[in-house]
């Protein structure tokens, strides 16, 4: 049987799992596509680093380049993470027309066009499934098996984390504080947290999921991205009274074909037309979002990932898995390791392009002109006419709302007021809110989170 050989970069919690899993799965994978990957060497960053899975000394080394320049490896793998060093190590093993296969979302979101057009001047390829979702394969689905659709929206749970912290504080009632805290000790969050709980993680996967989708390659920088910091039990607890659960969803919308004012007759954007606009904009952001239970996503709990995907022609999808770890990601790599041997058994070695530039005149459309439904919980003193001024303020931007509860049991100096609103722009929404904070009735910063209703 053919045999293509490997020359891992990174033998760490990835690395060691892609080692194992090559050692468990490599036979049963080779009989599948009739060509074995053989391990030829490791490049690590210490010896005796901690790792789940032993790889054997005589593989292993301190020196990367060795690794990338042996002559006898046809494929490299860069499991090491970050967008400095790891990006150098890609570019020497592109140039020297090796495919290689990443896990890292952080490079591919700042540095993926410069990566691609590497790979294609130097006649090779780059494979990404683990950069996105672990061991979802979200990646091969978007470019080969929804190649025949539009994708009109893709809604995703894409950060384990953040899933795990808010379903314990959904199961608990719990604060966010108290749950970080805790997901850090037991190792289900890292110190420091940010990347994670600030969404830009989300934002990497997300930015990967819309580029190609929509293709054209989306600046990072223009992705509306909020994290899960602000979000509070307080509002867990009344969202899940109006019959709502909070995720931290990456949404991907297509608006081409959907005005971006409201119809107030009926409180929601109406279809201008079915004619499809190449020049689309698209809705790029991260956010927490209030998720109808009765909707799948709402089910998706602790650090399970989901994405869930609407294509013109095939309708509505849904990808369920482990989004991290050691064997998940594994198992995304072997994918790609299983293509990128394909590929040179077959001699074309950009069968697949990473990513193919399509539909170019593509835009991310600015926050404040994407519409959505709004929770808003305001903190207010309890006194007659305070509904009214705020009412007056919403009315006067055209903002409808959907109801409003005043929760009992909260008397006190200020009391909360949950308001429902109807679709309306960002921006509108935003405006009103800075007027309603200025009003004297009003206490503290009012809350504003978006509810998705998958329309
Ligand atoms: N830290 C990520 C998560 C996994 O919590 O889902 C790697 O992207």
Redo the contacts with the bound molecule.
């Keep these: 049987m053919q045999q293509v050989n490997l020359g891992m970069i990174g033998g760490g919690t990835v690395g060691s799992g892609v080692f194992h899993a090559l050692q468990l799965n490599g036979g049963l994978m080779a009989s599948r596509i009739g060509v074995k990957v053989a391990v030829r060497k490791v490049a690590v960053k210490a010896f005796n680093e901690p790792r789940p899975y032993q790889i054997p000394r005589s593989l292993m080394t301190l020196d990367w380049q060795s690794v990338v320049n042996d002559p006898q490896v046809d494929i490299v793998t860069e499991l090491v993470g970050g967008t400095g060093i790891a990006r150098t190590m890609v570019l020497a093993a592109l140039k020297l027309g090796k495919p290689v296969v990443t896990a890292n979302?952080a490079l591919l979101s700042a540095h993926g066009e410069e990566l691609f057009a590497a790979a294609k001047k130097y006649g090779t390829n780059l494979y990404y499934e683990a950069s996105v979702c672990?061991g979802i394969p979200i990646i091969k689905s978007l470019r080969e098996g929804f190649v025949g659709n539009r994708i009109e929206a893709l809604y995703g749970i894409?950060?384990?984390?953040?899933n795990y912290i808010l379903t314990r504080m959904k199961l608990e009632g719990a604060d966010f504080d108290a749950v970080l805290t805790d997901a850090q000790k037991q190792g289900y969050a890292?110190t420091p947290p940010d990347?994670?709980i600030d969404g830009h993680?989300a934002a990497h996967?997300i930015g990967i999921l819309a580029s190609l989708a929509h293709g054209f390659w989306v600046n990072p920088k223009k992705i509306h991205v909020e994290g899960i910091r602000h979000v509070s039990a307080l509002d867990i607890k009344f969202a899940g009274e109006l019959g709502y659960t909070i995720k931290l969803l990456g949404i991907i919308k297509r608006i081409d074909d959907l005005r971006l004012t409201i119809d107030a007759t009926k409180n929601k954007p109406a279809r201008k037309s079915n004619i499809v606009n190449r020049k689309c904009k698209v809705q790029v952001s991260v956010y927490p979002t209030l998720v109808p239970n009765a909707h799948v996503l709402a089910s998706v709990n602790h650090?399970f990932?989901a994405v869930f995907v609407r294509g013109d022609i095939v309708g509505d999808t849904l990808f369920y898995g482990r989004?991290?770890g050691k064997d998940a990601t594994a198992s995304a790599v072997l994918s790609d390791l299983a293509d990128a041997a394909l590929d040179l058994k077959s001699g074309c070695k950009q069968r697949v392009p990473p990513f193919v530039p399509h539909e170019c005149a593509g835009a991310v459309m600015p926050i404040e002109d994407a519409v959505s439904q709004y929770f808003l919980r305001l903190n207010v003193v309890d006194r007659p006419g305070t509904l009214a001024k705020i009412a007056a303020i919403f009315g006067a931007a055209k903002i409808g709302i959907s109801s409003v509860i005043q929760p009992e049991g909260h008397e006190g100096k200020s009391v909360p007021l949950i308001f429902m609103m109807h679709y309306a722009t960002n921006g509108a929404v935003n405006g009103a809110l800075k007027k309603i904070s200025r009003l004297p009735v009003i206490k503290g910063k009012p809350v504003m989170i978006r509810v998705e209703n998958f329309e």
């Design positions: 979302k672990g894409v950060n384990g984390t953040c890292e990347l994670d993680d996967k650090v990932n989004g991290a």
